[in-house]
């Protein structure tokens, strides 16, 4: 999953420039003299062998922990994330009229620019506008579900409330729309741009004209009203989104088949159960359960929705049809997709299309062995939803007979061994690693979390990393990847203006040191969270299964590409590209979670220190394949139904919008296992509320990341997964613009294939022909 920077926050600042200002000393975070592992050895080599050797004991030693943590901190208090207004709860009130202030600022300076010279620095204007408010409602957002500081989160739950609205002012300000309109307009300002500033200013362009800032005012008041509509219908579906019954009762012997423990805590009277509908116990029961009849109710009773809900669903997606036609777009789709590397609905048709006719002989395949198995039990043939999970798993005992817990690989992937991994990795492919670094006091928001200064051996430190990886109680379950602080070049004017002084200019957080022209960067401030069990009771280090390793790998694609995504604007940095290109670089890196050669640089055992066995992870990665067409045909189906009703159909069908007939329209169209009709499952995908239209973005970037590892990275073939000229490829052809070029530019790029340069429905079926085979 992935936390993106809030794109609609793309507005920002810069202060008025005097250039002959006096610079003071910059004081440079992870510089300062002192702030040193005493420890940590001198030479260039010697030190990054100790790091190496560091970052494993750092999360699999608690010894090493609390003496490294536990080091007299350096330096006065510097707040949170060494924000200088951030040392206590009530930081975020100043903080939060800091911002404001600087905010108005630059609107000042855009709304009355006349000169060339002010006109020509707007997109830049804007982009410190943008990223002064990123800065701040990033941050508060961040604190707001990760702090476990109740006084902390309220102070940044109210502060962030207060800046939104204010952002969402700016947003429609047609003032600022029109400035930027006449710079573009005015050919020898644009001329005089670079290609990312032009990039910015068409993106802005666009965001203006997504607010209906250029309506009448009428139309803009009844646009800020569906839109909030929308806001409270999304909320309530999503609040109800839970099956009509909550629990089936059920006995012994119907759950015959079932591992015993897992119905432990669902034991009612003797011999009967209440099995939940939603969760780990159902779907344990629908891979496990016997009979037939109960696997039916159970799975029915999954996708029931409660009453409602299907109105709620309806109603939602009229709304945002109007919208769109508001803003003068024949559908929900055709605007959310005009900035996506599909552009067009039809275009996400072709893919999808393509895509299911590479995974139907897959699906065709599994459905034969699954229907060989079910006539053996005398039953007819035909495979039913509710049979899928369950014959899967007997194919797997069949093939895995003596060991089919894949869970022992843990001993190989201890958490500090898979953080080594990782830096091992990124020195193999980009030159950079990971240093363990101290932290001053009241960096941190919890005491278990640790930071890792990320180091590029001829750039230096380019990025920070908090790791918050461990379980607590009261933390989200979800691995997320936050980016606090996007990467861009801080102007000499804006140096000039404060002094050099970090304090103000980034307040206080870390910035690059010089580069030989004098000029700074503001480095990438990063959150990784997970939550991985650390046993207390025991001396074993934090092991993980091979699905958290590549959960890890997932995540910190995100982390790698905000860290080289280095662009000089903000609003173009590292993830902050489009949705439906911003998982490729994530999905990538679960192939390297899988490769030989990369787990040959880390997975040993925790104890023994023997390296893992390869056909362990060949065995796994088998029974993993197993059943995934049928489970890529649901994503398809889903991203088709994601499409229907995101097009113009919730304002033109015949007799009004009726989404179950679309729901069943496209099942029976596309899908290969027949849905039962007393089902309403729509009524319970979250996914439509949070996607609107983009829900193929995930299957898309899986199809491009399989062809990549496949063409650059060789499918890790004579060392592919770890070679150098391959990574820089991938690096200066991807990673390192963010979204400062257009997504295509960067495929064909990398892939060395000019037909598809320019995108659109022709490239997107050739993506969809690529299929995923994973
Ligand atoms: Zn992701």
Redesign the pocket.
């Known amino acids: 999953?992935?936390k993106l920077s809030w794109p609609p926050s793309r507005i920002r600042i810069r202060y008025v420039i005097q250039s002959n200002a006096p610079r003071r000393f910059l004081t440079v975070p992870g510089t300062v003299p002192g702030h040193r592992n005493p420890n940590r050895p001198s030479s260039t080599s010697q030190r990054s062998n100790y790091d190496d050797y560091a970052l494993r004991e750092l999360f699999d030693s608690r010894e090493f922990w609390q003496n490294f943590c536990h080091k007299p901190k350096v330096g006065s208090k510097r707040g949170l994330l060494q924000n200088v207004h951030l040392t206590e709860p009530k930081g975020f009130v100043n903080y939060a009229q800091l911002t404001v202030a600087r905010c108005q600022k630059i609107v000042e300076y855009v709304l009355s620019a006349s000169s060339t010279e002010e006109y020509i620095a707007l997109p830049r204007k804007l982009d410190l506008l943008s990223d002064t408010l990123c800065r701040f409602l990033d941050t508060a957002d961040f604190v707001h579900a990760t702090h476990p500081d109740v006084r902390f989160q309220d102070a940044a739950t109210q502060t962030y409330t207060y800046l939104f609205q204010y952002m969402n002012v700016l947003n429609t300000t047609p003032g600022l729309d029109a400035q930027l309109k006449k710079a573009v307009g005015t050919a020898e300002v644009a001329g005089a741009w670079s290609e990312v500033e032009k990039t910015v200013a068409q993106i802005l362009l666009k965001d203006f004209a997504q607010s209906a800032i250029s309506l009448p005012e009428h139309e803009r008041k009844r646009f800020v009203n569906l839109s909030s509509e929308v806001k409270r219908l999304g909320s309530e579906f999503v609040e109800d989104m839970r099956p009509r019954k909550s629990h089936i009762d059920l006995n012994a012997s119907q759950l015959n088949g079932i591992e015993p423990l897992l119905l432990k805590n669902h034991k009612t009277v003797r011999n009967h159960f209440s099995l939940p509908t939603v969760g780990d116990a159902p779907y344990a029961a629908l891979g496990s359960v016997h009979d037939e009849q109960v696997r039916k109710a159970i799975y029915l009773a999954g996708r029931q929705c409660r009453k409602g809900q299907i109105q709620k669903l309806e109603k939602l997606m009229k709304t945002r049809a109007e919208i769109a036609s508001l803003s003068g777009y024949k559908s929900y789709a055709n605007m959310s997709l005009s900035d996506k590397l599909a552009k067009t609905p039809e275009a996400v048709h072709s893919f999808l299309t393509a895509l299911s006719a590479d995974n139907a002989p897959t699906v065709k395949q599994e459905l034969a062995r699954m229907g060989e198995l079910k006539v053996q039990d005398s039953n007819p043939p035909e495979v039913r939803p509710w049979d899928i999970l369950y014959y899967r798993n007997r194919l797997d005992t069949k093939v895995h007979s003596k060991s089919r817990k894949p869970d022992f690989m843990a001993a190989y992937f201890s958490l500090g061994t898979v953080m080594q991994g990782l830096s091992r990795l990124f020195t193999h492919l980009y030159g950079i690693r990971f240093v363990p670094r101290e932290t001053t006091l009241g960096e941190t928001w919890n005491a278990d979390v640790r930071r890792i200064d990320v180091v590029h051996e001829t750039e230096g430190h380019v990025a920070v990393l908090y790791c918050d990886l461990f379980a607590r109680a009261g933390k989200t379950p979800n691995p997320t990847?936050f980016t606090l602080r996007c990467s861009r070049l801080i102007s000499s004017s804006e140096m000039a203006e404060t002094n050099g002084s970090a304090d103000e200019v980034n307040d206080g957080m870390a910035m690059s040191a010089p580069s030989p022209t004098g000029q700074y960067h503001q480095l990438p401030i990063i959150a990784l969270v997970c939550d991985f069990a650390q046993r207390a009771s025991q001396p074993s280090p934090a092991l993980l299964t091979f699905q958290d390793v590549k959960t890890l790998f997932?995540?910190m694609?995100?982390a790698i590409h905000s860290i080289l995504g280095r662009t000089s604007l903000q609003i173009v940095s590292g993830t902050r590209c489009p949705t439906d290109f911003?998982?490729l670089p994530?999905?990538l890196m679960e192939y390297f979670a899988s490769d030989a050669s990369v787990l040959a640089l880390f997975a040993r055992h925790w104890e023994t220190d023997v390296p893992l066995p390869y056909e362990m992870v060949e065995n796994a990665l088998q029974m993993h394949r197993r059943g995934q067409g049928l489970q890529r045909e649901n994503q398809i189906l889903f991203s088709l139904l994601d499409q229907a009703y995101h097009s113009s159909l919730p304002l033109t069908m015949d007799d009004g919008f009726d989404s179950t007939k679309v729901f069943f329209d496209i099942y029976d169209k596309y899908g290969s296992v027949r849905e039962p009709r007393d089902t309403d499952a729509q009524g319970l995908f979250g996914h439509l509320v949070e996607y609107g239209g983009t829900y193929y973005s995930y299957l898309f970037d899986r199809a491009i990341a399989g062809k990549v590892w496949k063409e650059v990275f060789r499918g890790g073939k004579d060392g592919g997964g770890v070679d150098r000229e391959a990574g820089e490829r991938y690096k200066e052809e991807v990673l390192k613009w963010g979204g400062s070029r257009s997504g295509w530019a960067c495929i064909s790029g990398v892939l060395g294939d000019e037909t598809l340069r320019d995108g659109g429905k022709r490239a997107m079926e050739e993506v969809g022909r690529w299929g995923v085979h994973d």
Do not use: D
Request: proline share 0%.
């Open positions: 999953m992935i990847h997932h995540e694609g995100h911003a998982e994530s999905v």
